[in-house]
């Protein structure tokens, strides 16, 4: 294995920063290439942590990236891996090996009791780089997206708050994947749901953008989590809700890393809408003295 050095992200130009991202990522499965402007914004919204991600030099010139973020979850400390990437013409040659072993360096010095991340579920080579590390696959994630005509089914109640208040509720999963916590989604909107009895339903994480002329043009679901085995008419006014729409339009709706086995995707699904991406999540219990 060559004799590569390590940078901390704080310790690297802009420059250097972007062109080893956009080189990392380059003939990857999903296009993510990036300026200095969108770099900074996802470090900035998803909680990368630029003194604790590290970025290998072979010489003078960088050879790959690793994003760190770290969050307490549920009272233990969580660090996620927001993107491996090694250039082109590094790849075999041992860095990705490298790169792995210094963030389970910086892992104990974290006090990290849980590392987790997410990758794309055909990158069969990084799957089992990670595994190799000691990485599980828990769970299936998937993008997808269609329209979908909208209307109330069961009655429900719905209560407009702050992704951020959602943590004070008793049935709010702080352990959905890492993009669609609500410290990510900050700059979205969230709900909560109750039936007419004032039974919680559950809640929602999304995001919404608008036409030119102030109509709806797409709803992003970062989650909808509901209790228990929701009736299709549960499902359908929930949605309705979170478009805050009530005419019988279509609308355009996305879901960001939501759990292949939520119902709310199967009824999606069900309703013709189609995979664009799907990933492994993948977690790593470390155990402390």
């Known amino acids: 294995m060559r004799n590569y050095s ?68 549920g009272g233990k400390k969580i660090s996620w891996n927001g993107g491996t990437g090694v250039a082109t013409e590094y790849r075999g040659t041992g860095v990705s ?30 799957i089992r780089l990670y595994q ?10 998937v993008y997808i997206n269609g329209n979908l005509e909208l209307g109330n089914g069961q009655e429900i109640q719905t209560v407009n708050i702050r992704p951020e208040q959602l943590s004070q509720y008793s049935f709010y999963k702080s352990s959905e994947p890492w993009q669609c916590q609500w410290q990510s989604v900050k700059q979205g909107e969230a709900q909560v ?41 549960t499902i359908q006014s929930v949605l309705t809700a979170i478009a805050g729409q009530q005419d019988r339009e279509l609308v355009n709706f996305t879901t960001i890393n939501n759990r292949e086995s939520s119902p709310v995707v199967k009824y999606l699904l069900s309703k013709g809408f189609m995979k664009t991406v799907e990933q492994v999540k993948m977690d790593l219990v470390i155990e402390r003295q």
């Open 97 to 126: 090996n490298f790169l792995m072993e210094e963030i389970l360096k910086i892992h104990s010095e974290e006090n990290v009791e849980m590392a987790t991340l997410e990758a794309i579920k055909e990158n069969e080579r990084a």
């Open 6 to 73: 390590i940078k901390r992200l704080n310790e690297c130009s802009i420059d250097e920063i972007v062109d080893v991202w956009n080189r990392g990522f380059e003939g990857y499965f999903v296009p993510i290439k990036m300026t200095a402007e969108a770099f900074f914004q996802r470090a900035v919204n998803e909680g990368i942590s630029l003194d604790k991600s590290i970025v290998a030099f072979d010489g003078d010139t960088s050879a790959g990236i690793v994003l760190n973020g770290f969050r307490t979850v």
């Open 132 to 141: 190799k590390y000691g990485y599980e696959i828990t769970d299936i994630l």
């Open 193 to 233: 749901y109750y039936d007419t009895a004032q039974n919680p339903l559950g809640y929602s994480i999304f995001k919404r953008t608008w036409k030119a002329d102030g109509g709806l043009d797409k709803v992003f679901l970062f989650q909808v989590e509901l209790i228990g085995e929701p009736m299709e008419e």
